[in-house]
């Protein structure tokens, strides 16, 4: 069946988006749908040797989201789990992951429709095949930001990360910086106060209003202080939090950071389809936890290890982000210098930083900036050894 409706679409509407086609000018449009469906017809080379199978990059997008679909269903049930802690009811499981949808879903929609309409205005520009980077980072980009974001921030922020973060570097692999990283760091300088204190975390009211939903009083200058917040401030008291909460997913923060365990699932299918690094991810581990343990010796009211590698957005930084293979080190012994960097980073700006408190994504982002300088020192040491051994 597949293959008659392949045969269809090669024989009868490809050729009306050919160039000389009725429709050419609408050809990466067709063209982004086309191999979306099927595997593209064209190889790597006509000529010499050449390893071709049916994994091109928009499986391995499609594996990366279906990575994050445990941490964005749990993500959702949180955004209704909060809401009802907040205003003291507790409507059922079902009607907080509903709730947790209606809330989610104008995000998606908007980063989506923003994002893919400036990528396909630019390769129909310059008839070119539209990235596929897209289809992940269109997800993530509502996945990292506060519930109680507006939408208009969101769309703001999205055309800002595909011109600036993307197209201006030549589009996906060519950027230096995560997009979805970039859009959440435009959003946090751009409108601070949207992006930070405990409220925006908790959404109170309807998700399709300024309502509630059970039609008691939304509840006016809610405070749900978030764990990051208190270690900012300074209050944060180790034994009054849960790791286990956290490792759940059943604090207040961003739906794709609140599930330490959902986000561990996602990583398991990326490690055994090798979409992503196991060097990166175990290195940002490893180097948050030996600089949590440096500062828990020293500060008794700082957060233990286990918590500072549940709370706020370290573990989805460590899975999703860092491991992005277009903006992370190349070299394998770039990519444990590089995990480690982040996962030190991560933790320093997040007990020093009052400013900002979730340390984790900026971390990457610097991460993003010095990789090719590892790499570059990785692999001229390779040299200089070799040469060495040459001489001796």
Known sequence: ??????????????????????YEKLWSVYDSFHTFLFVPRETAGRKGVQVHDSVDSKRVIITVIIALIPALLVGLWNVGYQHDLALGIDDGWFMQFL?????????????YVVGLGIEMAVAAYKREEVAE?????????????????????IAVATA?????????????????????????AF??????????????????GSALCNTPIDGTAVVDGFSGATPLAAVADGSFDAASYSTLD???????????????????????????????????MLSVFA???????????????????AQQLCLGG????????????????RTNTGKFIYGAFIGVMAIIIRMFNTGYPEGAMMAVLLGNAVAPLIDYYVVDANINKRAKRVKA
């Open 287 to 305: 180097g948050g936890a030996v600089m949590s343990a440096i500062i828990a010796a020293f500060d008794a009211s700082a957060p233990t290890v």
């Open 160 to 184: 800002f990360s595909v011109v600036f973060a993307k197209e201006i570097f030549g589009g996906t692999g060519m950027n230096v910086f995560n997009p979805a990283l970039i859009t959440r």
């Open 187 to 204: 959003l946090f300088f751009a409108y601070p106060k949207a992006m930070s204190g405990d409220a925006v975390f908790v959404r109170t």
């Open 314 to 329: 370290f573990a989805f930084a460590a899975v999703f982000m860092a491991t992005d293979p277009v903006t992370g080190c």
């Open 246 to 280: 956290a490792f759940l997913g059943c604090i207040p923060g961003s739906i794709a950071e609140t599930s330490t365990l959902a986000i561990l699932l996602g990583a398991c299918l990326l490690l055994v389809t090798q979409v992503a690094s196991w060097r990166i």
């Open 99 to 111: 709730y947790g949808l209606v809330a989610f879903l104008p995000k998606v929609v908007v980063s």
């Open 1 to 22: 069946m597949s293959n008659k409706l392949n045969n269809f679409i090669n024989e009868k509407i490809d050729p009306l988006f050919q160039k000389g086609g009725k």
């Open 133 to 153: 980077g897209f289809l992940a980072t269109g997800l993530l980009i509502p996945m990292v930001v506060p519930v109680n974001t507006p939408l208009w921030m």
